[in-house]
């Protein structure tokens, strides 16, 4: 197996905390709202070096929806999850976008996000529904 081909990004750049990978620009963010066992997520309308896992269907706090785990390509770490399929009308737009965890990723300035107490526990979705 060769080395893996990642791409680089130029702008304000979201990155694997592992092993520092591109993955994401602040500029494709479409929600900041979106929260999962670790805290925060935000939803990107595109991401970069990563792999899709298998899909499958999870029902999170606005419904059931098909997705697939997301790893850093360089690494292997999971950083995220891609929604394939939303079963609700009104959660449509998130069809073929991707979530990465604040808790997995470093922020553009190279900021770490750190959990918090007040970090929600429990399924992985938005709350802004």
Known sequence: MGRPFVITLEGKIYS?????AHLALSED??????HCRHGRAYLFSKVANVTV?????????????IVADIFCVQ???NVG???ETAHERSQKYKEGKSVLERFKILGPDGSNYWVSHEAHVGGSDADDA
């Open 16 to 20: 694997c905390k592992y092993c520092g």
């Open 29 to 34: 963010i479409v929600s900041k709202s979106f």
């Open 53 to 65: 896992g298998e899909t499958e269907e999870r029902t999170m706090m606005t419904g059931l929806h």
């Open 75 to 77: 690494c292997g770490s």
């Open 81 to 83: 999850w891609k929604y």
